[in-house]
Antibody, heavy 115, light 107 residues
Framework: EVQLVESGGGLVQPGGSLRLSCAASGLTVSSTYMSWVRQAPGKGLEWVSV???????YYADSVKGRFTISRDNSKNTQYLQMNSLRVDDTAVYYC?????????WGQGTLVTVSS | EIVMTQSPATLSVSPGERATLSCRAS??????LAWYQQKPGQTPRLLIHGASTRATGIPARFSGSGSGTEFTLTISSLQSEDFAVYYCQQYNNWPRTFGQGTKVEIK
């Protein structure tokens, strides 16, 4: 059974940084397309970033240049480094498996950007 | 960016009735279309991919159809556990984009 467990969310001031982690079990992150998808409070879903099995990455325009997706194969964990955070980055961030569609989701971690 | 538009925003249905949800893409996405269900406070769940292929463990009362720019999710006989928000998502192009959701509520 696939399990994705996020951590690292919290309250941060505008302009600050956070690093989200996603510990995976039941799959191997190095051989799986892994993504981050976010959902602002009461809003819909936005695909934020993906890391390909070969290490290539993709970012939504809204986060490009500020967020970095990465993984640690030895820990079977993926990360999302978020810098220069803005109020409109406030959302639940889901760790997810998939490149085309998402077939496994973590429970999500809430990031609140506020002064 | 491909814009996904879902209708209606809210659908009021009685248990046992049929529900039909629509999703329109601003340009053709072929059959690269997925549907998700999200209940309050829960994680989204994949229902359909490839426009019409049910994901593992999804009951047969859920069916998807369409191609190109027009898609439909049909729930043949609504059960109490089906009242939720449903999202469509295209994966033909980057960025992957979602519709704004259709809330299926109890009539």
């Amino acid at each position: 059974e696939v399990q994705l467990v996020e951590s690292g969310g919290g309250l941060v001031q505008p302009g600050g940084s956070l690093r989200l982690s996603c510990a995976a079990s039941g799959l191997t992150v190095s051989s799986t397309y892994m993504s981050w998808v976010r959902q602002a409070p009461g809003k819909g879903l936005e695909w934020v970033s993906v890391i390909y099995t070969g290490g290539s990455t993709y970012y939504a325009d809204s986060v490009k240049g500020r967020f970095t997706i990465s993984r640690d194969n030895s820990k079977n964990t993926q990360y999302l480094q978020m810098n220069s955070l803005r109020v409109d980055d406030t959302a639940v961030y889901y760790c997810a498996r998939g490149l085309a569609f998402i077939d496994s989701w973590g429970q999500g971690t809430l990031v609140t950007v506020s002064s | 960016e491909i814009v996904m538009t879902q209708s209606p925003a809210t659908l009021s249905v009685s248990p046992g009735e049929r529900a039909t949800l629509s999703c329109r893409a601003s340009q053709s996405v072929g059959n690269n279309l997925a549907w998700y269900q999200q209940k309050p406070g829960q994680t989204p769940r994949l229902l359909i991919h490839g426009a019409s292929t049910r994901a593992t463990g999804i009951p047969a009362r859920f069916s998807g159809s369409g191609s190109g720019t027009e898609f439909t999710l049909t729930i043949s006989s609504l059960q109490s556990e089906d009242f939720a928000v449903y999202y469509c998502q295209q994966y033909n192009n980057w960025p992957r984009t979602f519709g704004q959701g259709t809330k299926v509520e109890i009539k």
